[in-house]
């Protein structure tokens, strides 16, 4: 069973992504941990269908019950409008 969060941030100095290169502005952050504790970060425009892997973007839980603090400090760190 796959866990999942989405969260909406806006990206003013943009993220690395290992299939776009750098994307900027209003984005979405989703992470997905699979069952033994693999998260994995992507992003994508607003709206859009197509995810991209945040470059750096995955890590192994050592307890996945962490994952929703681990989506939500990457929202908040990701999350720069101003730049």
């Known amino acids: 069973m796959l866990n999942e969060y989405t969260s909406?941030?806006?990206?003013?100095?943009?993220?690395?992504?290992?299939?776009?290169?750098?994307?900027t502005g209003d984005l979405e952050l989703r992470t997905v941990s699979t069952t033994d504790g693999v998260v994995t970060a992507k992003v994508r425009y607003a709206g859009a269908d197509e995810w991209y892997r945040l470059r750096g973007g995955q890590c192994k839980l050592t307890d996945p019950a962490d994952h929703a603090a681990v989506?939500?400090?990457l929202a908040g760190v990701l999350n720069r409008p101003a730049g």
Do not use: N, R
């Open 8 to 23: 909406p941030l806006s990206a003013g100095p943009g993220l690395m992504t290992e299939e776009a290169g750098v994307v």
């Open 71 to 73: 989506h939500s400090l």
